[in-house]
Structures are given as structure tokens and as C-alpha cells.
């Protein structure tokens, strides 16, 4: 089956992608990962995410249908909790899923460890997962363009060794790229991380999945594998929302969904931006995948970056957001606070990461000379590592990970723009 896959994949990536306009260079293999276990009914890319201030989705697959079911309690092997969710399955061409299972569990402790086995009492198999923090320090892990390759293990065992509370992907995540059982790899590869602490994501070019005719709509996968609480904030599609871990308050934004001035999305983002509350969320981050700064070679004047940083920057700016990352260069790459191109002390820090180890290697080429708002850039691959430690102070790292060693390339000190009296407004 994943022969004819590898077939039926090249010849249509041939017929629909476009030539690089740049070369990238060889990288690590792809992984191929089974199944752990020959039970129809046992879990496996069990993965979580954050659903509103006290609940936590859990999300997995079976290659038989299960009656999706969490039970869950603070107290290995003891469940004084249980919830029924959803399930569902989807057809890709020749391809068709296991059963998608999604069950929110809650009301749950804030900085709890809880116990908990999919598809009920009688599932083997018992995971962990701590929630996130009620108060000061929180501790975000950042890695863009993930994949499945040697590379991405790499980075998956980099931060695996950091304690976080909420891991943040700005999209590709598999580069399953049309070949379905490439998604199923990507699951079983993140499941250690995924299934202990929130993935919290948003999609990426790759996630497309598009193929005229033969596949008309978009997102299939990404979509029906992983669900985001888009409702809970307010938007009507999967592919943009928003979510709150304590003081910090996340944009998570389509670069592939319509954004233009009027659009869902935009009049969406409108909404949530006039809805915060800095006093209680004083820290405000976005997270998109097309970069909206970028002095790569690679991935240059696509609308996806042009065409949104014109419809949506100015938004972003007015509401002094802190933060923007994004992936889809596969390099990394820190610029000063910016808007309109230039230096603006109440501007956001933009952060390229789309770093985690992708099939197609790194962008490797920079335009010289360096602008005077980028600040760091290095063509390896790594992790990020957001530390907020207040109200008004958190610390940024960026972790290369070449030659299997993680190695703290980069690091800046950043003040919230809530606490700069100058920015308010």
C-alpha cells in the first residue's frame, strides 16, 4: 500500500507544485513508524490540546471503531472521571483514515498531573498529562515545518529534555504532501510529547492537500486530525482562533484562509483583539505560517506573506502584540520590533522558526546586506524556548540542534508592551 502511495504521490506533486526558486540542500531520511501494538482498538497518536481555561481535548486513533470515551483522574490507575466525545474517519483518494476519536475532558486543576486511558476502564494502556500553570512563569516550546525525518526526532528529543507547559507548531506539521500514511508516522512520532503537554497548532502550505478534481477540498487531514478550539474563541473555521494560557493571550491565524479586509477571518481577529483584556492578559502573541518579515532567499513574494501583512499588520500593531512567529522558511531568523519595514519600539518581534527538520532541507541563503531590523539569522535547524516570567519580562532562546547537540544560539530579553507606558494606548 505505501509503494502505490509513493507512486500515486510523485506523479501528482509533479503535476501541481511549481519549481523552487531556490536550492535547498539534502537532509536527513523520512521515518516510517507502525503501528506499536496489532489491538484494532488500542490508542495511538493520542495527542492534546487546551479547549478554553479548564479543559483539555484528547484526541486519538484506532484502526477499529471504539466508543470514544476518557476516563481520567489526579491519581494513577484511579479515574473518578469520564467523558464521551466524538468520532470520525475520512477518505483521501484510495486512502482511508482510522477512527478519529476527540473527547473534551473537564472542568480540570490548573498545574495538575492527571491520568488518563482512551476508550474507557478496560483500555491497557494509561497516559499522563500535566495543565498548564495559574500564575507566572510559563514556559512555551516553539518549532515550525516539523516533519518526519531524522531531524524532526532530533528536535522532538530536544525538547522533550525541557520542561514546557504548551508546545506552539506555526505550521507543516507531517508533510504528508498527498502521501496519507505519512500523517500516521507524524502521530506516532509526536505522540511521547503530544500526549503529556498541549500542542497547540496552525496550518501551513502543506496542510493544503488540495489536488484539482480528483480532491477538491482543503485541509482534510489537518482538520479531521487536528481539531483547535476554534468555537470556544469565537471563529467559525479550524484554520484561525485563539486560546489564553494564563497571562498570555495566543492569536493562532491562517495564512491559507481568506484575509482580506472583510473576510471572516479578518472581521474574526478584529473582534477577539478588541475582546482583551491586557490587565488580565498582559502578554499578547500571534502565530502565523507565511512570514510576514523575512530576508531569506527563500519564499519571497508570496501573497501568502505580502498580501496578509497589508491587510492585517496594521491590526496586529494597534493592538500591541509582542510576538509574531512563523515557519514556512526553513531557517531561523529574529527581527527588532517592526512595522511598515521599519523600527517601531511598539511594534511586535517577529521570529522565524521553521526550523524543526523538514524533508526539504534548509534555506540556506540570506540577502546580503543584512537589514538593520533583522537582528539574528542562522540557517540550522532547532527549537525556540519562551520563558514568561511576568507580567512585563519574558526570555527568548533559540536552540540549534545540529549535529544532535542542542547548542543556545540566541537569546533576547523582551518587555510586554502592556508595561511600556510610551506604547499604550
Same mark, same amino acid.
Given at each position: 500500500?505505501?509503494? *502505490?502511495?509513493?507512486?500515486?504521490a510523485?506523479m501528482?506533486?509533479?503535476?501541481? /507544485? +511549481?519549481?523552487s526558486?531556490?536550492?535547498?540542500?539534502?537532509?536527513?531520511?523520512?521515518?516510517?513508524?507502525?503501528?506499536?501494538s496489532?489491538?484494532p482498538?488500542?490508542?495511538?497518536? *493520542?495527542?492534546? $490540546?487546551?479547549?478554553?481555561?479548564?479543559?483539555?481535548?484528547?484526541?486519538?486513533?484506532?484502526? #477499529? $471503531?471504539?466508543?470514544?470515551?476518557?476516563?481520567?483522574?489526579?491519581?494513577?490507575?484511579?479515574?473518578?472521571?469520564?467523558?464521551?466525545?466524538?468520532?470520525?474517519?475520512?477518505?483521501?483518494?484510495?486512502?482511508?483514515?482510522?477512527? =478519529?476519536?476527540?473527547?473534551? =475532558?473537564?472542568?480540570?486543576?490548573? !498545574?495538575? *498531573?492527571?491520568?488518563?486511558k @482512551?476508550g474507557?476502564?478496560?483500555?491497557?494502556?494509561?497516559? #499522563?498529562?500535566?495543565?498548564?500553570?495559574?500564575?507566572?512563569?510559563?514556559?512555551?516550546?516553539?518549532?515550525?515545518?516539523?516533519?518526519?525525518?531524522?531531524w524532526?526526532?532530533?528536535?522532538?528529543? +530536544?525538547?522533550?529534555?525541557?520542561? +514546557?507547559?504548551?508546545?506552539?507548531?506555526?505550521?507543516?506539521?507531517?508533510?504528508a504532501?498527498?502521501?496519507?500514511?505519512?500523517?500516521?508516522?507524524?502521530?506516532?512520532?509526536?505522540?511521547?510529547?503530544?500526549?503529556?503537554?498541549?500542542?497547540m497548532?496552525?496550518?501551513?502550505?502543506?496542510?493544503v492537500?488540495?489536488?484539482?478534481?480528483?480532491?477538491?477540498? /482543503?485541509?482534510?487531514a489537518?482538520?479531521?486530525?487536528?481539531?483547535?478550539?476554534?468555537?470556544?474563541?469565537?471563529s467559525?473555521?479550524n484554520?484561525?482562533?485563539?486560546?489564553n494560557?494564563?497571562?498570555?493571550?495566543?492569536?493562532?491565524?491562517?495564512?491559507?484562509?481568506?484575509? %482580506?479586509?472583510?473576510?471572516?477571518?479578518?472581521?474574526?481577529l478584529?473582534?477577539?483583539?478588541?475582546?482583551?483584556?491586557?490587565?488580565?492578559?498582559?502578554?499578547l502573541?500571534?502565530?502565523?505560517?507565511?512570514?510576514?518579515?523575512?530576508?531569506?532567499?527563500?519564499?519571497?513574494?508570496?501573497?501568502?506573506?505580502?498580501?496578509?501583512?497589508?491587510?492585517?499588520?496594521?491590526?496586529?500593531?494597534?493592538?500591541?502584540?509582542d510576538?509574531?512567529?512563523?515557519?514556512?522558511?526553513?531557517?531561523?531568523?529574529?527581527?527588532?520590533?517592526?512595522? %511598515?519595514?521599519?523600527?517601531?519600539k @511598539?511594534?511586535?518581534?517577529?521570529?522565524?522558526?521553521?526550523?524543526?527538520? #523538514?524533508?526539504?532541507?534548509?534555506a540556506?541563503?540570506?540577502?546580503?546586506?543584512?537589514?538593520?531590523i533583522?537582528?539574528?539569522?542562522?540557517? /540550522?535547524?532547532?527549537?525556540?524556548?519562551?520563558?514568561?516570567?511576568?507580567?512585563?519580562?519574558?526570555?527568548?532562546?533559540?536552540?540549534? !540542534?545540529?549535529?544532535?547537540?542542542?547548542?543556545?544560539?540566541?537569546s533576547?530579553w523582551?518587555?510586554?508592551l502592556?508595561?511600556?507606558?510610551?506604547c499604550q494606548?
Open positions: 500500500m505505501v509503494k *502505490v502511495w509513493n507512486l500515486v510523485i501528482l506533486i509533479v503535476l501541481i /507544485s +511549481h519549481v526558486s531556490y536550492d535547498r540542500p539534502a537532509t536527513r531520511k523520512n521515518i516510517v513508524m507502525h503501528p506499536s496489532n489491538d482498538v488500542s490508542p495511538e497518536q *493520542v495527542h492534546i $490540546s487546551l479547549v478554553g481555561p479548564d479543559k483539555m481535548r484528547i484526541s486519538w486513533i484506532t484502526k #477499529n $471503531s471504539v466508543m470514544p470515551t476518557v476516563v481520567y483522574g489526579t491519581t494513577s490507575g484511579k479515574y473518578e472521571g469520564s467523558a464521551n466525545g466524538t468520532s470520525s474517519s475520512y477518505h483521501y483518494l484510495i486512502y482511508r483514515s482510522g477512527q =478519529i476519536n476527540d473527547v473534551v =475532558i473537564g472542568p480540570l486543576k490548573l !498545574n495538575t *498531573v492527571y491520568y488518563y @482512551c474507557g476502564q478496560s483500555s491497557t494502556q494509561e497516559f #499522563n498529562f500535566k495543565t498548564p500553570p495559574s500564575q507566572f512563569p510559563i514556559r512555551f516550546a516553539v518549532a515550525g515545518d516539523l516533519g518526519t525525518t531524522e524532526s526526532k532530533s528536535t522532538l528529543d +530536544h525538547v522533550s529534555k525541557w520542561e +514546557h507547559d504548551v508546545f506552539i507548531l506555526p505550521g507543516d506539521l507531517s508533510y504532501d498527498l502521501l496519507q500514511p505519512v500523517w500516521d508516522t507524524f502521530g506516532r512520532m509526536v505522540q511521547p510529547l503530544a500526549s503529556k503537554r498541549p500542542w497548532v496552525t496550518q501551513g502550505n502543506h496542510e492537500e488540495l489536488i484539482p478534481v480528483l480532491h477538491s477540498q /482543503s485541509f482534510t489537518y482538520n479531521n486530525r487536528w481539531r483547535m478550539p476554534f468555537e470556544e474563541s469565537g467559525t473555521s484554520l484561525y482562533y485563539s486560546f494560557v494564563y497571562g498570555v493571550h495566543f492569536i493562532m491565524l491562517g495564512s491559507y484562509a481568506d484575509f %482580506e479586509p472583510g473576510s471572516d477571518q479578518y472581521q474574526w478584529e473582534k477577539d483583539l478588541k475582546s482583551i483584556d491586557r490587565k488580565t492578559t498582559p502578554w502573541m500571534a502565530v502565523i505560517h507565511a512570514p510576514w518579515y523575512n530576508t531569506n532567499e527563500a519564499h519571497q513574494g508570496e501573497k501568502e506573506s505580502v498580501d496578509m501583512k497589508q491587510s492585517m499588520e496594521t491590526l496586529l500593531y494597534n493592538a500591541r502584540v510576538l509574531v512567529f512563523a515557519g514556512h522558511v526553513h531557517a531561523y531568523e529574529r527581527f527588532n520590533r517592526v512595522y %511598515e519595514d521599519k523600527f517601531d @511598539c511594534g511586535p518581534v517577529y521570529i522565524n522558526i521553521g526550523d524543526g527538520g #523538514n524533508k526539504e532541507g534548509l540556506k541563503n540570506y540577502r546580503d546586506p543584512s537589514p538593520a533583522s537582528l539574528f539569522r542562522e540557517a /540550522s535547524f532547532g527549537h525556540g524556548q519562551l520563558v514568561v516570567v511576568n507580567a512585563s519580562h519574558a526570555q527568548w532562546k533559540w536552540q540549534r !540542534n545540529d549535529d544532535d547537540v542542542s547548542v543556545e544560539k540566541d533576547v523582551l518587555t510586554s502592556s508595561a511600556d507606558s510610551s494606548i
